[in-house]
Every structure is written in structure tokens, then in C-alpha cells.
């Protein structure tokens, strides 16, 4: 039963993604069928496998021992300020996000990641059928935030009509920056993190391939010398630490912000209709949470985590997942944390519309006027990835 109401709610935002296109006609079925085996046979791998669970445990385990070293750095500049035994959120999980995006930074300045990047880009093209810019964009999407991966396609959007601009824009708001990827493994399970990372970039092109359909450009040619802007190793480390400063404050800033009024608006509703606001958004999203294969006695709070994200940001959200995680059925952990590894929630609107002003005003007027659109494409993304993997838990 559970994998049958799993395989209806995929067929649901599959559904909806088709009623919302603007060319019905000119979807590449190819192409979607393509993605989502590919997502079968990924999540299979992932979960299912002798050799899948070992690359999980084995890319967990590295990445935890790579920021163990990053931890060094955080110790030397606040050692002592946070007593043994605690956890400053700031501290312990804030901070760490300046080490990884200096790591991300270095690798990309001796384009090891850039040159990954393009060539499996290509090769998804090659297989899907899809433009090799709107490939390339979705695996970089992996590795780099919003604004960062529209930055490295800076010099394909003059020619890019809306359609096109739509399916970029989705794809980077489907998906997360690796640069904040320890983050959220020191809130969520690291599987799920890993997991959503790759199968979003693969969901944000699906769905947003349906909304907004495209042919193959066959003269696209991708530059990686446009992903960095650091002429030295030591240039890189500056900018790669600079930038994860600033996401760290802004992070704090947003939590600050959001957290204080999600609590102040709780407190007025509760006070007016003996209700929460994050209970309210738990019936409202309940229905989701359970075609995307959460336990029905459980689908209410999973719909307010669920909406809790979409209102404030992920990073909102896992903070009201993770006290949960050992009381809540694994299915429902799996499928909800799977759910908010991405930055689909209406701030990211305004981040992305921000960054193509600053590239092209022309195309950031064409973003705004879809962007509730890209939203809820973005959304339906998530939703997909999630109950993917939720087949498979």
C-alpha cells in the first residue's frame, strides 16, 4: 500500500506539472522518462545496494572527516566561548559553512569541478536530448547556490527566451549549494542530504521541462572559465572564505528574523483561535505529505515542517525537524528530510530575480513575472524527489 500511494503521488506532480505547461505538445517525453529512471536507478543504488549503501557510508564518513578539520578553524577563533558538552548553533554549525565554501572555491579555481561539471552535463544532454546549458546548469546546481550557478551561465542569457530562462531559474532554486551541505548533515541524516543533492537536479529539470518545454541547441558551447572569478590559489581561499562569511551571517540573520516571527505569529494565533500557525500549515500540507508516502498519523506534522519551509527557509524547518527525528517513523525522517534539502521558499524569488538584475535587467523583468510559477515548480520538484525516495525506505 505504501509504494502504491507512493507511485499515485508521483503520477499527481507529474500531473500537475503537465496541466501547468505552456506547450503540452512539445514536451521531450524522451527526455522526462529518461530523468526519472534515472532517479529510479539512482535512489535503488543508493538504498538497496551492497555497493550503494557503502559509497553513502563512505561519502558520509569523508565528508564528516573533512569537516572535523574545518572544526580546527571554528575552535581557534572561538575556543572557549562555547562550554564542553554544548551547542552554539552559530558556532557549531553557522561557522562551519566558511571552511566548505573555501574547499568549494579552491576546487573550482583549479577547475576540478568545473570540468566535471560540463562533462557530466554533456553527457546528460547527450542522453535526454535536453539544451547542454540547461544540462550543464542542473549538475552545477549541485555544487553551487542560486546565485552562484546563473553566474557560470552568465553568458547564455542574452539568447535565452523565457521558457529556457524558467527551466535555469527552477533548477537553481530546486537545489542546494554543497557549500552549506555540512550544515544541514549536522541537523538531518547525511544520507538524505546526499541523496537529495543529486536526485534535485534531476527533478528540477524534469518538472520544469514539462512546465516550460525546449528543443536542443546544438551550437551551445560552455565556458567553465565563467564558474570562477579568482586568479590565484590564494585569491580563491580569500573569496571561497569571504563568501561562506557572508552566507553564515545571512543565515543567522534570516533565523533570527524568521524564527522570532514564526514564534510571535504562533503566539497570535494561538492566543486568537487556540491554534498554532505551524499547526494550521500541518493540515494544509497533510494531504502532500501523504501521497508522498508519510504515515498517515504522522502526515500533520510532517505538513508543518513541510510548510514551516516553504514559509521561512529550510534551514527553519530542520530546526523543527530535528528534535523529532527519533521520535518520528524512519519512512516519514527519510521522506520529510529528503523534502527540505532545497531552496524552494518565496525568498529565493527575490535572490534569483536579484541575481539576474545584476547580469541582465531585461530577463530579471521576465523572472518576476513568473516566479510565483517557478515556486511551485521548484516545489513540485521537491515533492518528487522526496516521494522517490520514499519508495525506497
Known amino acids: 500500500m505504501d509504494i502504491l500511494i507512493g507511485v499515485i503521488g508521483i503520477l499527481l ?17 524522451k527526455a522526462i522518462i529518461t530523468l526519472f529512471v534515472l532517479q529510479l536507478v539512482i535512489t535503488l543504488i543508493m538504498f538497496k545496494t551492497v555497493i550503494g549503501l557503502k559509497v553513502v557510508e563512505t561519502v558520509s564518513n569523508f ?20 562550554p564542553e558538552g554544548t551547542s552554539v548553533f552559530f558556532i557549531n554549525v553557522l561557522m562551519l559553512i566558511i571552511f566548505t565554501s573555501t574547499l568549494l572555491s579552491i576546487l573550482t579555481y ?30 552545477n546546481s549541485i555544487f553551487f547556490g542560486q546565485s552562484e550557478a546563473l553566474l557560470a551561465i552568465k553568458t547564455h542569457l542574452d539568447k535565452m527566451d523565457r521558457n529556457k ?5 527552477t533548477s537553481a532554486m530546486a537545489s542546494v549549494s ?112 501523504f501521497i508522498m508516502g508519510v504515515p498517515s498519523n504522522e502526515i500533520v506534522t510532517a505538513g508543518s515542517i513541510m510548510g514551516t519551509k516553504l514559509a521561512t527557509n529550510e534551514f527553519v524547518a530542520m530546526l523543527q525537524l530535528q528534535p523529532m527525528i527519533e521520535k518520528l517513523n524512519p519512512k516519514t525522517v527519510g ?40 515556486l511551485l515548480a521548484a516545489t513540485l520538484a521537491s515533492i518528487l524527489t522526496a516521494t522517490v525516495v520514499g519508495l525506497f525506505i
Open 13 to 29: 506532480t507529474l500531473v500537475i506539472a503537465f496541466l501547468l505547461s505552456n506547450d503540452k505538445k512539445g514536451i521531450n517525453y
Open 63 to 82: 565528508v564528516t572527516t573533512v569537516l572535523n578539520y574545518g572544526y580546527e578553524g571554528v575552535n581557534f577563533v572561538t575556543g572557549g566561548l562555547v
Open 110 to 139: 583549479i577547475r576540478v569541478l568545473p570540468l566535471a561539471i560540463k562533462y557530466i552535463g554533456g553527457a546528460l544532454a547527450k542522453i535526454t536530448g535536453l539544451s547542454k546549458v540547461v544540462s550543464f546548469n542542473s549538475v
Open 165 to 169: 530562462l524558467f527551466i535555469v531559474s
Open 178 to 289: 554543497a557549500s552549506i551541505m555540512g550544515a544541514y548533515m549536522s541537523m538531518i541524516p547525511a544520507q538524505y542530504v546526499l541523496v537529495a543533492m543529486l536526485l534535485n537536479a534531476l527533478s528540477g529539470l524534469t518538472i520544469a521541462s514539462i512546465i516550460a518545454p525546449i528543443g536542443k541547441d546544438e551550437d551551445e558551447e560552455i565556458h567553465v572559465k565563467d564558474i570562477s572569478q579568482a586568479d590565484s590559489v590564494f585569491g580563491a581561499i580569500s573569496a571561497g572564505a569571504l563568501d561562506g562569511g557572508r552566507v553564515a551571517l545571512i543565515v543567522a540573520a534570516m533565523l533570527v528574523a524568521y524564527v522570532g516571527l514564526m514564534a510571535l505569529i504562533n503566539a497570535a494565533f494561538a492566543g486568537a483561535l487556540g491554534i498554532s500557525f505551524t499547526e494550521i500549515l500541518g493540515y494544509i500540507f497533510a494531504p502532500v505529505a
Open 335 to 374: 521522506i520529510i528530510s529528503t523534502f527540505l534539502v532545497s531552496f524552494a521558499n518565496f525568498s529565493s524569488i527575490g535572490i534569483i530575480s536579484g541575481s539576474i538584475q545584476a547580469i541582465n535587467r531585461e530577463k530579471a523583468n521576465i523572472v518576476e513575472k513568473f516566479g510565483l510559477k517557478m
